[in-house]
């Protein structure tokens, strides 16, 4: 059993029969590997947008700047939204999920081995045509909502046409993540990890993924009428022509309302990783946070009228929506008070992963109590579209998701790399994080009750919005210095991190129940689960690892082959695809058909490869691959 | 944890400095454009349901994250602390208290939402009410009161302690109507029209903003809504329907031709004149206003003269052109539109 080995594995990750270098990366359908991808991408498009919003608060430092013209002002939030969004929240997200999800069910890879590396590039690839959009005079500048008509000629130039394409291919990329993941844990968990022993992680993965299956189509719809009006002059926003303006906004928000809960779920699922192994006691109420996840999941599709509020569809529908957009605040209360009674009573470790869970509870409970103020649509009149919405949405996206995010990285970075992150770093970054966070962004509260609208460019002087923008900005060196010095440690510890051993933490799930990092087929031999944090009852029992399943005829079932597993081998068809992908998309963009043409026709010539392609997978020798033999 | 325990005390205080600061704005009538110092019914009730939320929020806050830092300073593990905690799994009576406590708690603050969701959108009685149609355009409001046969840009007076009724929409994007003091905002949506209502309860000048993004100048688009004492209103109403369009001085008789011959009046409309523009704002008695530019500019000789000079070097975007007018245009324009009043 490979399971509490102190030395650090050579980190090549690559599975036998990989090619080494960058190939075998492009390549891979490992999980691991992927998810390392999505987070390392992730970090990249993180200071690019960091960047973005580090101008637009020095344009805003001082009332009548000029430092940022107002048409540059626009593009920048307008990317600054999408890149957090699109390009480091859901990718970060998915990363950690893809490392952690088949180690936490005791499975070798996710359902879908190639539609998983698929999912990662046409992210980066979206990505990548939406920032190329700089480059051809100008990114989108009408907002990451992106409203019509203002979203359409003559208002607006060919950066929309970049926020259409790019979209279009990112969001395909995580529908298919959602599926994937979805049917990976529907079907690939470990024997008797029945559904109410799966750890909440993966239950918030589960939800995740259903509203991305769900929520995911209605961007897409609202993009492809939108590619029209643009390309091909049809006019279903433009109210000129007898098109409907709002239809936009109605289907952005069926989209966008569960979007914030596709961002916000996989974050609830690392609290309650979290806090339970550093509070050392199972999570509290774990029937009832499984209950309030699926709750909230439900609840999200009910509520997208309230970024709506203002657009005048009565008192009725306002009503209606604010009820139900109150009452998503009892199961998430459910949660927060869960975490804190699994706090209660326990020997709480602050680690630095403990330390951004604790700061997560603050913050995000505070963009909770903002979140129920905005719900009250007679108040949300005068907060809609003002600043209270920005230090809302950055108490429960920073101080909710990214907090969340830390926390993630600090506990599973050794088992991704095999190496602690320095710890005397870490706190000293948590501080700064959450100093910085809350100097910039608390007194945006004050300014939108003051008056400040959203997106504004510039504010004139005598508006009382001075000095509160000072403020802000000021923070954000603060909060600056805690992302640089994150990145510091990430490097730092990469090489120079002390060797973390399978089990760091003393925690409870299965993911630590083998080596860090985890050997290419993830488990030796497939653990039988016993319980609910199935870790700890084997660590309670006094057996400290997991009773491996009896193999004798089983071997289909956990393809293990008698020393030998049975892994998918490496393709580069789904980088391909994306590539054929971003040809037409760069052909339909410069507007050269014939481009776009032949982009598609390599597109569906390499979904017939893959069509036709026979997997046969290989057999992986555990010896081999770098872990011992059972 | 002690030197934890010091910097979370002055995180408070100076959230606590923070907050005094912004009370202190708002008493000195430095913050004329704050929801929390309302004018007017409208804003007055909006800003009730402001604070119910509010303190409920807080009540709770005051709870939760009292109760996460107790937890931390007695649940944290001691050096040397081997034992392992109770393992407590849940407990239902908790969990239902903090289930229904919750859902009470809302429920209070959803009988104002409902309540006063209908008051803010009640149409008021249209035989005492003055009725005003509001068009956005990128980047200036147009306020046209169709019972008084007025039509002006950028600055609504209003009698005050009269309900106004508003009926919204847009030439081009989507705009917001916002006016802080007076009421929340509403959206004005082209090929469709909004309703609202506000009431100045006192004269005074109250300012205004666009509050959804309409393109590059969304910043600019400022308005103020100025209400009048009963006098003072008749007195405005008698001038806009009464405009004193004869140039006085020379340079206004110069500035009058330049505006027919240089292209002006295709585009702008002062009533009373044969320039019948509709494209760009009515400058009827265009002297009158204390802002100019969608009163992001005090309306003085000197802004005026930047203003004509190069507009879109002040509002970015802007569909009025450079005309590259000579100085002497540029101050005979200035004579002619300064003496409209």
Redesign the interface.
């Given at each position: 059993m490979a399971a509490v080995s102190e030395r650090v594995h050579p980190r090549s990750y690559a599975r036998p029969g990989e090619p080494p270098g960058l190939w075998g990366w492009l390549t891979t359908v490992d999980h691991k590997r992927i998810g390392i991808m999505y987070i390392l991408a992730s970090c990249v498009f993180l200071f690019l947008g960091g960047g973005e919003a580090f101008l637009m608060r020095l344009q805003l430092a001082v009332p009548n700047n000029t430092l940022v013209?107002?048409?540059l002002f626009?593009q920048l939030f307008t990317m600054h939204g999408l890149t957090m969004i699109f390009l480091v929240v859901m990718p970060l997200s998915n990363g950690f999920i893809n490392v952690i999800l088949p180690l936490q069910i005791g499975a070798r890879d996710v359902a879908f081995p190639r539609l998983n590396t698929l999912g990662l590039w046409l992210t980066i690839g979206g990505g990548l045509i939406l920032y190329t959009s700089w480059f051809t005079g100008g990114a989108p500048?009408?907002?990451w909502f992106n409203?019509a008509?203002?979203n359409s000629p003559p208002?607006?130039g060919s950066g929309i046409d970049f926020y259409v394409v790019g979209l279009l291919v990112a969001g395909l990329g995580s529908l298919i993540t959602g599926i994937n993941f979805l049917t990976t844990i529907v079907n690939m968990r470990a024997p008797g990890m029945h559904p109410m022993r799966l750890p909440l992680f993966m239950w918030t993965a589960v939800v995740m993924s259903v509203l991305l299956i769900f929520a995911m189509p209605a961007l897409t719809a609202d993009l492809v009428l939108l590619f029209f009006d643009r390309f091909f002059g049809t006019g279903f926003f433009n109210?000129?022509v007898g098109g409907?303006?709002?239809l936009w906004q109605q289907l952005f928000w069926i989209f966008g309302h569960p979007e914030v809960y596709i961002l916000i779920m996989p974050a609830f699922g690392m609290i309650s990783e979290v806090i339970p192994t550093f509070?050392?006691?199972?999570l509290?109420?774990?029937?009832?946070m499984v209950f309030a996840t699926l709750a909230i999941g439900f609840m999200s599709f009910m509520v997208w009228s309230h970024h709506m509020f203002?657009?005048?569809y009565?008192?009725l529908v306002?009503?209606v929506f604010?009820?139900t957009s109150?009452?998503i605040?009892?199961p998430t209360?459910?949660k927060?008070?869960?975490w804190?009674?699994t706090?209660?009573?326990?020997?709480?470790?602050?680690t630095t992963a403990m330390m951004y869970a604790?700061g997560f509870?603050?913050t995000f409970?505070?963009g909770g109590?903002?979140g129920?103020?905005l719900?009250?649509?007679?108040?949300?009149?005068?907060?809609?579209?003002?600043y209270f919405v920005v230090a809302h949405i950055h108490y429960v996206l920073i101080g909710g998701s990214l907090m969340a995010l830390f926390a993630a990285g600090y506990y599973w970075y050794p088992k991704i790399t095999g190496r602690l992150l320095s710890e005397s770093l870490g706190k000293w970054q948590f501080?700064l994080l959450f100093?910085g966070f809350?100097i910039t962004f608390?007194?945006m509260h004050?300014l939108g009750?003051?008056?400040?609208?959203?997106?504004?460019?510039?504010?004139?002087p005598?508006?009382?919005f001075s000095?509160?923008n000072y403020?802000s900005t000021m923070g954000v060196f603060v909060l600056t210095a805690g992302f640089v010095l994150f990145l510091v440690n990430l490097l730092w510890a990469w090489r120079h991190g002390q060797p973390s051993g399978g089990d760091p933490w003393d925690a409870r799930t299965l993911e630590w129940s083998t080596t860090s990092p985890a050997p290419a087929y993830d488990f030796a031999q497939i653990p039988l689960v016993r319980g609910r944090d199935p870790l700890w009852v084997e660590k309670q029992t006094g057996n400290g690892q997991m009773i491996p399943v009896d193999t004798a005829g089983a071997d289909e079932g956990d393809g293990h082959h008698g020393g030998k597993v049975h892994m998918p081998v490496q393709t580069p068809l789904p980088l391909y695809l994306t590539l054929a992908m971003m040809v037409a998309s760069y052909g339909a963009l410069f507007h050269v058909w014939a481009l776009a043409v032949l982009g598609l026709l390599a597109m569906f010539f390499f979904l017939f490869r893959w069509m036709f392609d026979k997997d046969p997978g290989m057999m992986v020798d555990i010896v081999d691959a770098g872990g011992e033999h059972a | 944890m002690r030197g934890a325990r010091r910097?979370g005390a002055k995180?408070w205080t100076a959230?606590a400095v923070?907050?005094l600061?912004?009370l202190a704005?708002?008493g000195c009538g430095?913050?004329?454009?704050?929801?929390?110092n309302p004018a007017g019914p409208v804003?007055n009730?909006?800003?009730q349901?402001?604070g119910?939320?509010?303190w409920?929020?807080l009540g709770?806050?005051v709870i939760?994250?009292g109760?996460?830092v107790a937890?931390?300073f007695r649940?944290?593990?001691r050096r040397g602390?081997s034992?392992?905690?109770?393992?407590?799994?849940?407990?239902t009576r908790?969990?239902f208290v903090?289930?229904v406590i919750?859902?009470l708690l809302?429920a209070v603050?959803?009988v104002?939402?409902?309540k006063?969701?209908?008051?803010?959108?009640s149409a008021p009685d249209p035989s005492t009410a003055l009725q005003v149609n509001v068009v956005g355009h990128?980047w200036w409001w147009e306020f046209d009161y169709p019972s008084l046969h007025i039509v002006t840009a950028d600055e609504m007076h209003i009698p005050a302690g009269t309900q106004i009724s508003l009926s919204?929409t847009s030439a081009?994007?989507?705009h917001?109507f916002?006016v802080?003091?007076l009421?929340?905002?509403?959206?004005a949506?082209?090929?469709?029209t909004?309703?609202m209502w506000l009431e100045a309860s006192k004269p005074g000048d109250y300012?205004g903003?666009?509050?959804?993004?309409?393109?590059?100048?969304?910043?600019?688009m400022?308005f103020s809504v100025i209400a009048d004492s009963p006098s003072a209103w008749t007195a405005w109403v008698h001038t806009m329907q009464h405009p004193n369009t004869t140039p006085q001085t020379p340079a206004a008789q110069a500035g009058f031709k330049d505006f027919a011959t240089l292209g002006c009046s295709a585009c702008h409309t002062i009533d009373g004149t044969t320039f019948q523009g509709t494209i760009g704002p009515n400058l009827t008695n265009l002297g009158l206003r204390k802002g100019i530019a969608s009163d992001?500019l005090s309306n003085t000789d000197a802004n005026m003269a930047r203003w004509l000079a190069d507009p879109p070097a002040l509002m970015?975007?802007v569909i009025m052109p450079n005309l590259h007018l000579s100085k002497q245009q540029i101050t005979d324009l200035t004579a002619y539109l300064e003496e409209q009043k």
């Open positions: 013209s107002a048409t626009n500048d009408a907002g409203y008509p203002l208002y607006t109210p000129a409907n303006a709002l509070s050392r006691k199972p509290f109420g774990y029937s009832s203002t657009v005048g009565g008192p306002n009503s604010a009820i109150m009452l605040a009892v209360g459910v927060i008070f869960n804190l009674a706090m209660w009573g326990g020997r709480i470790r602050f604790t509870l603050a409970t505070i109590f903002s129920v103020m719900a009250s649509a007679p108040a949300d009149l005068q907060y809609n579209d003002s501080w100093i809350n608390f007194p004050f009750l003051l008056g400040m609208p959203r997106r504004v460019f510039t504010y004139p005598g508006l009382g000095s509160m403020v | 910097s995180r959230a923070l907050v600061a912004v704005l708002a430095q913050a004329p454009q704050s929801a929390l804003a009730m909006e800003l349901v402001i119910l939320g509010f409920i929020m709770v806050g939760v994250l109760l996460l937890i931390i649940f944290r593990a602390e034992a392992l905690p109770e393992q407590v799994e849940g407990n908790l969990e903090w289930t919750p859902v809302l603050l959803a104002p939402t409902v006063d969701s209908f008051a803010a959108a990128q919204l081009d994007v989507i917001s916002w802080p003091r009421a929340g905002k509403l959206d949506v082209p090929g469709r909004n309703s300012s903003q666009c509050a959804e993004l309409c393109g590059a100048s969304h910043a600019l400022r992001s970015p975007d």
